[in-house]
Nanobody, 127 residues
Framework: QVQLTESGGGSVQAGDSLTLSCAAS????????MAWFRQGSGREREFVAA????????SYADAVKGRFTISRDNAPRIVTLQMNNLRPEDTAVYYC????????????????????WGQGTQVTVSS
């Protein structure tokens, strides 16, 4: 059974940084695309960042490019989202997700392509 557990959320001021972590209990972690999505109040879930199984490819939403960095460590099985220069519009529940791409360099951008999700962690940014 796949289990994803996020941590690191909290309440910060605009311009601050936070690091989110997701611990994954996945047998074939090194074969999976790992990603972060977020959902603000009254909004649909949106893509934030993804990293290929190989770690060679990443993809970011335009809104977070240059501010957020996704990384992964295959032992232990952790994916991290470093968030810098946070803005009030980054306020949301952040979800870790795992999916299976076609190749080791695949990245997946749509929530429907992901098979497993964490419970989410709240990030609140005040101005």
């Amino acid at each position: 059974q796949v289990q994803l557990t996020e941590s690191g959320g909290g309440s910060v001021q605009a311009g601050d940084s936070l690091t989110l972590s997701c611990a994954a209990s996945i047998q074939a972690f090194h074969q999976d695309v790992m990603a972060w999505f977020r959902q603000g109040s009254g909004r649909e879930r949106e893509f934030v960042a993804a990293m290929s199984p190989s770690g060679r490819r990443t993809s970011y939403a335009d809104a977070v490019k240059g501010r957020f960095t996704i990384s992964r460590d295959n032992a232990p099985r952790i994916v991290t989202l470093q968030m810098n220069n946070l803005r009030p519009e980054d306020t949301a529940v952040y979800y870790c997700a795992v999916g299976r791409g076609r190749t080791s360099d695949s990245v997946l951008l749509n929530s429907g392509q992901y098979d497993h999700w964490g419970q989410g962690t709240q990030v609140t940014v005040s101005s």
